[in-house]
């Protein structure tokens, strides 16, 4: 199957610190997501990019589909408390049926 | 409105035991995925309905996993003789059209523990 590669693994940062995790794959996919999962819960989309090249905003957070179509990065600027949990990428190649997932950014905002 | 919503929350049963899960779609959305998430891990695709019919099952560790979704809306997630790697959270998505298009959103989870 496809192989994401995400990174870090995990990130203690102060609040009001920003925040930069990025992921790789190993092919083309059409289409990054990004997902933020809460102990409990399901991942939950954060932003969807669809075009080589875009950057997209929500809020805070901002996240680019990079120019090869192998990559994505997600920022958060000015964390804040409840931006705690695990963050996923999660890619889509052209065709497929399913979303392929990162392993995860497990972070920690410490107040 | 409703979100999608799996039972059991949780689930504890014996090796070799078989058990069902269910997973309530978004009411309206034609796409249904199951994915299974193991500890420290992304999920991972299993298999995908439109409707009724399971258009892409290639996710389906082996043949103990088997999942129907017969009026097009609740589907169940049916796994026989249980084994410990079993354990891990099974995910529900849904969403309103095809993969390709639209957004999928997830459930709660259902954690299944096999003893």
């Known amino acids: 199957g496809q192989q994401l590669n995400q990174s870090p693994q995990s990130m203690f940062i102060q609040e009001g610190e920003d925040v930069s995790m990025n992921c790789t794959s190993s092919?083309?996919?059409?289409?990054w997501l990004w997902y933020k999962q809460e102990p409990g819960e399901g991942p939950v989309l954060l932003i969807a990019?669809?075009?080589?090249?875009e950057l997209t905003s929500n809020g805070r957070l901002t996240a680019q589909f990079g120019i090869t179509r192998k990559d994505s990065f997600l920022n958060i600027s000015a964390s804040i408390p409840s931006d705690v949990g695990i963050y996923f990428c999660?890619?889509?190649?052209?065709?497929?049926?399913?979303?392929?997932f990162g392993t995860g950014t497990r972070l920690t905002v410490i107040p | 409105g409703a979100g999608v919503s799996q039972t059991p929350s949780n689930k504890v049963t014996e090796k070799g035991k078989y058990v069902e899960l269910r997973c309530d779609p978004i009411s309206g959305h034609t796409a249904l995925y199951w994915y299974r998430q193991s500890l420290g891990q992304g999920p991972e695709f299993l298999i995908y309905f439109q409707g009724t019919g399971a258009a892409d099952d290639s996710g389906l560790p082996n043949d103990r996993f088997f999942a129907v979704r017969p009026e097009g809306s609740v589907s169940t997630l049916k796994i026989q003789r249980t084994e410990r790697g079993d354990s891990a959270v099974y995910l529900c998505?849904?969403?309103?059209?095809?993969?390709?298009?639209?957004?999928?959103?997830f459930g709660p989870g259902t954690r299944l523990t096999v003893l």
């Open positions: 092919s083309i996919f059409n289409t």
């Open positions: 999660a890619g889509q190649p052209g065709g497929a049926n399913n979303l392929f």
């Open positions: 998505a849904s969403s309103l059209g095809g993969p390709s298009t639209d957004t999928q959103y």
């Open positions: 990019l669809y075009k080589a090249g």
